[in-house]
């Protein structure tokens, strides 16, 4: 049985520090499961509303939008997840669902049964992290089509090679630090090009690798958005995780960007958080993804 009382890293205040708290553990209602938080990820999310005092929290309030862990509790009329199972699912930063505390309500439907030979550390980042990448409809959607991902090591980068090369893209051109090269290669990058390269020398690089028009930059790292705009040629889409910053403007040189992002937690999102949750099991049962890795 769950306990009544769990600790919880709250922030006190707008923009205030970070405590650990003592609070009641919440009883799953109709729908829902409480889990025993194992495993829970820093999201750039998380530093950006203590340091910008974004208005999603009542305070003082935990944060953490991933999980993975334990179900402890199953509330009424959930068929999918029984006690002992272990799930992952992206959290929210409302009292109950936020991951940095020991215990939160999830959505069953909107959980996804961790593979019973898979660790659970390091699959917390996996429930969000994933739902920035394009979505993977079908194997080799995109065959023979290049695309750039600026911040290969990125955790979003990383998803997005994986699912990239299922799509069939190809070149994969990612830009990192020397240093991961061979690992973004193990992931699917068939060119690792240095994250220092000016836009001038990483477009000539790039021509050496492709003659073909680059019509997809995938920008994981939010600053580099300028880098994939110029690389972009007409007709081209600028994937985002963050919002245009000014000078990128929808059909200007007939290129256009969409931004991905958000959370399964919202009505409108919650169809897209099952069938990704469904896929994305599959894709590590089969080995086809891999967890991806931390870097700081
Ligand atoms: N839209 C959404 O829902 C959503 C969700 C999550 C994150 N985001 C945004 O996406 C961005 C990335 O977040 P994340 O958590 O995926 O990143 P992260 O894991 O924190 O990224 C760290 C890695 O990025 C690499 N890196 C940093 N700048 C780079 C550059 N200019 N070129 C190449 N590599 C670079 C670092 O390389 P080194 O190891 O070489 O230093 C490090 O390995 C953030 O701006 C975040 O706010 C958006």
Redesign the pocket.
């Known amino acids: 049985m769950a306990p009544t009382e769990q600790k919880a890293l709250v922030l006190l205040t707008t923009g205030g520090e970070f405590a650990v708290q003592s609070k009641s553990v919440t009883t799953s209602g109709a729908g829902e499961v409480l889990a025993r938080i194992e495993s829970t990820a820093l999201?750039?999310?998380d530093c950006k509303v203590k340091a910008f005092a974004l208005p999603f929290v009542s305070y003082p309030g935990a944060l953490g939008t991933h999980g993975a862990g334990v179900v402890e509790e199953v509330g009424e009329g959930v068929a999918n997840l029984k006690k002992g199972d272990q799930i992952l699912w992206q959290g929210s930063f409302t009292d109950e669902r936020a991951t940095f505390q020991q215990y939160a309500l999830v959505k069953a439907d909107l959980a996804a049964k961790i593979p019973d030979n898979a660790s659970r550390d390091g699959q917390g980042p996996q429930g969000?992290?994933a739902g920035?990448t394009p979505f993977y409809a079908a194997p080799n959607t995109y065959t023979g089509q290049p695309l750039v991902v600026?911040?290969g090591?990125?955790?979003?980068?990383q998803y997005v090679i994986q699912l990239a090369r299922l799509s069939g893209f190809s070149p994969i051109i990612a830009?990192?630090?020397v240093k991961?090269s061979d690992y973004l290669k193990s992931l699917g990058a068939t060119h690792v090009l240095s994250?220092d390269l000016a836009t001038e020398a990483l477009s000539a690089e790039i021509d050496e690798v492709t003659s073909q028009p680059i019509k997809y930059v995938f920008d994981?790292?939010?600053?580099?958005q300028k880098v994939g705009w110029a690389l972009l040629a007409s007709g081209g889409t600028l994937v985002l995780?963050?919002p245009a910053v000014e000078g990128i403007v929808r059909g200007q040189d007939g290129k256009t960007f969409v931004n991905?992002?958000?959370n399964v937690n919202y009505p409108a999102q919650n169809e897209l958080g099952r069938e990704l949750d469904a896929r994305l099991i599959q894709l590590l049962e089969s080995g086809l993804i891999k967890v991806g890795r931390h870097?700081?």
Request: proline share 7%; aromatic share 4%; charged share 5%.
């Open positions: 999201n750039p999310m969000g992290g920035l600026l911040g090591p990125t955790s979003a980068g830009t990192a630090s991961h994250r994981t790292v939010g600053g580099a995780t963050l991905v992002g958000g870097f700081q």
